[in-house]
């Protein structure tokens, strides 16, 4: 009889696709995220945060952006979709759509939030067509340490920043918090700000004292 092979859901995960990162360090990706999914059960620890407080204060902070009412953004490593809740929750309507690389954490979302867009992808081999979204935002994406994680944030940031038309938000872990957790990757505030200026925008925007552990840049078109 004929071996019927299965195709799989989504193509694997290559390092080339991600600049700055070792094939381990994409490995290591796929399964810190994998056994945090598997592991638990709130939604906000499947993701990797440790509480939902911490959660919710980053989204909060990304609102700040701008007033979003009405406008087309696009959740770049949305996990389970967890900031589209929020946005429902504060009753700032917006055209949104999530997309996150692992299909698994996608599945969870659309379970979990029937009424919006998911898709798993990487902006990064396939992008959207410049200027789809009024805003990108990308929560705890930058957390991880790999081999080069500027390199990483250069490109993903750059993509995201084609994809909008107005501007990207984004957060990272704050060097000087004294967090002591070497698999992390750690920004001082000063760096943050002129990576953000080398990015080519019209302004950035740094955004602290919100959370101990935590800065946010909004970078404008
Ligand atoms: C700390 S979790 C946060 C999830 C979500 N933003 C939240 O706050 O609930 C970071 C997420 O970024 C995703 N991620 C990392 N690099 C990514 C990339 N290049 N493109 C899309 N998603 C990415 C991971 O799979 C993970 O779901």
Redesign the pocket.
């Known amino acids: 009889m004929k071996k019927i092979i299965q195709p799989r859901s989504t193509p694997r995960l290559k390092p080339k696709d991600?600049p700055g990162f070792s094939s381990q360090d994409l490995q290591d990706?796929e399964k810190y995220?994998q056994t945090?999914l598997r592991t638990h059960d709130a939604?906000?620890k499947k993701?990797?945060?440790k509480t939902l407080e911490s959660?919710r204060v980053?989204?909060e902070m990304l609102t700040w952006i701008a007033p979003l009412k009405r406008s087309k953004i696009l959740?770049?490593?949305?996990?389970?979709?967890?900031?589209w809740g929020y946005l429902k929750e504060q009753e700032i309507p917006v055209r949104y759509t999530g997309?996150?690389?692992?299909p698994e954490?996608i599945r969870e979302a659309k379970k979990l939030h029937p009424d919006a867009r998911f898709f798993a992808?990487?902006?990064?081999k396939d992008p959207y067509p410049a200027r789809t979204f009024d805003y990108a935002?990308?929560?705890?994406?930058?957390?991880?340490k790999v081999e080069n994680n500027w390199a990483?944030m250069k490109a993903?940031l750059q993509q995201a920043l084609r994809q909008s038309k107005k501007g990207v938000a984004f957060n990272a872990l704050n060097a000087e918090s004294g967090l002591k957790e070497s698999d992390r990757f750690l920004v001082h505030p000063k760096e943050l700000v002129t990576f953000g200026r080398s990015l080519g925008v019209k302004k950035a925007h740094l955004m602290d004292h919100y959370h101990h552990l935590d800065l946010t840049l909004f970078l404008y078109k």
């Open positions: 991600f990706l995220y945090q939604p906000e993701v990797g945060w959660q980053r989204f959740d770049i490593g949305c996990g389970l979709g967890a900031f997309v996150d690389l692992f954490g992808r990487n902006i990064l935002f990308l929560s705890g994406v930058f957390n991880v990483y993903l």
